[in-house]
């Protein structure tokens, strides 16, 4: 059973910047696809940003431009540099692995 664990969550101020970062128990290797949803209270569950084990990325378009997805192999850990933050992006962030293993999510509030 493979666990995630993300953190880097917190508040922050329109404009400012956050890293989160998702850490596997096991190799990311054996993994197609990983990525972050996101979750805001009385909202769906929307994709932000995955990326494939050949490095392809893909983003939800409201944050194109703004949020890097990364994944560091050797530390089993992937990433999502999270730039130019806005108020509608607080919500609570999760990550996942071939949309089968699934993090406890980290909460980000984007508020002055």
């Known amino acids: 059973q493979v666990q995630l664990v993300e953190s880097g969550g917190g508040l922050v101020q329109p404009g400012g910047s956050l890293r989160l970062s998702c850490a596997a128990s096991g190799s990311i290797v054996t993994f197609n696809t990983m990525g972050w949803y996101r979750q805001a209270p009385g909202k769906q569950r929307e994709l932000v940003a995955r990326i494939t084990i050949g490095g392809s990325t893909n983003y939800a378009d409201s944050v194109k431009g703004r949020f890097t997805i990364s994944r560091d192999n050797a530390k089993n850990t992937v990433y999502l540099q999270m730039n130019s933050l806005k108020p509608e992006d607080t919500a609570v962030y999760y990550c996942?692995?071939?949309?089968?293993?699934w993090g406890q999510g980290t909460q980000v509030t984007v508020s002055s």
């Open positions: 996942y692995a071939d949309v089968v293993y």
